[in-house]
């Protein structure tokens, strides 16, 4: 009674020692949303190895409900992510990544955090740099609509006019949480935090709500508009987790 074995497909989020030999991780599961498990083993072990935080893959858990504790018993890691432990971008990429689903307890829905963030960690393990700074965008904006916090973006908030098609600049207005277009925006001028885009970053936006992954990889974006849209991707998912996040505090520099 109260002692089962199973196996769900996982994300090791991060690894801490735990006494001398073993470690604690945190890891992402679609059945299980975030979880925590013991691995035993010292420095040898293989398994200790392949629980490596950012790996992927199916973990085998052996639960003591009596006790409320888990074991990890084995681990297949099907993705080890080798870039992220090389590029010092990508690494803290997919720390940000990982705590905002821990700080936002995957925004209700297991499943959905677990696609998104496996995706995201895969994508920025497979391309260049540059794509990952894009990929960082695009996994920011989709989880803001899982946390249900996207504005619209089609329409300025005021006037209703098209926003996409707007040749003076947009503004995001924190505490309406709303774009306006630059004649609605005078109303606000003296609104703290307000952030300029253009119609090409909104645009950006867009497609990645619209488009396949695919066919919003392939498109081109002016580093002037990813630059814009990635400060408002940063300020609002901080806003939406209702703190400062660690990771764009320590690797300010970098992302």
């Known amino acids: 009674m109260g002692e089962r074995n199973s196996q769900t497909k996982t994300i090791i989020l991060s690894v801490k020692a735990q006494g001398e030999n073993n470690r604690s991780v945190t890891a992402l599961s679609p059945d299980l949303g975030i979880f925590y498990a013991t ?7 293989k398994l200790r190895s392949l629980a490596q935080q950012f790996n992927s893959g199916t973990a085998y858990i052996y ?20 870039t992220l432990r090389t590029n010092l971008y990508k690494m803290w990429a997919a720390n940000l990544g990982a705590e905002l689903v821990m700080k936002t307890k995957c925004a209700g829905d297991d499943k959905t955090s677990f696609l998104l963030l496996k ?28 946390l249900g916090v996207q504005p ?12 996409l098609i707007q040749k003076n600049p947009i503004y ?18 003296d609104a703290p935090d307000t952030i300029q885009v253009t119609s090409g970053g909104l645009k950006y936006l867009a497609a990645i709500n619209e488009l396949r992954p695919g066919e919003v990889r392939a498109m081109k974006i002016e580093k002037n508009d990813a630059y814009a849209i990635k400060r408002l ?21 970098i992302l």
């Open 39 to 45: 691995v035993y083993g010292g420095p040898k072990s």
């Open 119 to 146: 995706s995201f960690i895969d994508g920025i393990d497979a391309c260049d740099e540059a794509g990952a700074r894009l990929g960082t965008i695009r996994f920011l904006w989709r989880y803001l609509r899982l």
């Open 233 to 253: 991707v940063y300020f609002m998912i901080e806003q939406a987790g209702g703190s400062k996040l660690n990771a764009l505090e320590s690797g300010a520099g």
């Open 172 to 189: 995001y207005v924190p505490f309406q949480s709303a774009f306006f277009c630059a004649d609605c925006s005078s109303t606000f001028s």
């Open 152 to 163: 619209e973006i089609h329409e300025c908030s005021g006037c209703g006019s098209e926003l």
């Open 63 to 82: 639960t003591d409900e009596s006790k409320r504790s888990r074991k990890l018993s084995d681990f297949d890691a099907e993705n080890v992510h080798p």
